[in-house]
């Protein structure tokens, strides 16, 4: 069975702390994915990694940074935690294919900064 | 880049009935079309996907279709049931690229 897994259902962080999301994925995938889920404006993407080591930013990185050392581990850094950085973080991964392939989603990490 | 609309934002139906979402996309580059569910207290899960070459797509009592001249697509489902109460996510993707999700759809299936 395949599985995304998020280190943390909850967190609650003070504003100006360094937060780190971790996520672990076991199927090999290429691609790794970090969006932020708001109500009423679906999932948006932050950052996302094609290859070890390789990131690119997506629509919303500022106050965000990822680290992928190992190919199944890609982890979501925010500097310095403001309040409006409090949302749902959802980790994904896939297959690299140029017809387009399956995310496959972690259960999500609740992050509440305050 | 991409940019995914989705209508409406909620959808109540009485058990048995249909539902309809439907999702526009701007980027004529994009190739595939999937919906997820996203049940409460979970991660969104594929339920079904469609690439640019197939006009429609059927599982059982779900269906998808897609119009690449208009750039919109849809997702029905038939003979709803309780269990089918979720937000669903349209989204669309250009050959490697991230997926771009829409809004969400919270639907509502009434007993």
């Known amino acids: 069975d395949v599985k995304v897994t998020q280190s943390s259902r909850y967190l609650v962080k003070r504003t100006g702390e360094k937060v780190f999301l971790e996520c672990v994925q076991d199927m090999d995938h290429e691609n790794m994915f970090w969006y932020r889920q708001d109500p009423g404006l679906g999932l948006r993407l932050i950052y996302f990694s094609y290859d070890v080591k390789m990131k690119e930013k997506g629509d919303i990185p500022e106050g965000y940074s990822v680290s992928r050392e190992k190919k199944e581990r890609f982890s979501l850094i925010l500097e310095s935690a403001s309040t409006n950085q409090t949302s749902m973080y959802l980790c994904?991964?896939?297959?690299?294919?140029?017809?387009?392939?399956?995310?496959?989603f972690g259960q999500g990490t609740r992050l509440t900064v305050v | 880049g991409e940019n995914v609309e989705q209508h409406p934002s909620t959808l109540s139906v009485q058990e048995g009935d249909s539902a309809v979402i439907k999702c526009t996309y701007s980027?004529?580059?994009?190739?595939?079309f999937p919906w997820y569910k996203q049940e409460l207290g979970k991660g969104p899960q594929l339920i079904i996907d469609i690439r640019s070459n197939v006009g429609e797509k059927k599982d059982q009592r779900i269906a998808v279709t897609l119009n690449k001249t208009a750039k919109h697509f849809s997702l029905h489902i038939t003979e709803t049931q309780p269990e089918d109460s979720a937000v669903y996510f349209c989204a669309a993707s250009a050959g490697r690229r991230a997926l771009t999700f829409g809004s969400g759809t919270r639907l509502q299936v009434q007993p």
């Open positions: 994904a991964s896939s297959l690299v294919d140029r017809e387009g392939t399956e995310a496959f």
């Open positions: 980027d004529s580059a994009s190739n595939y």
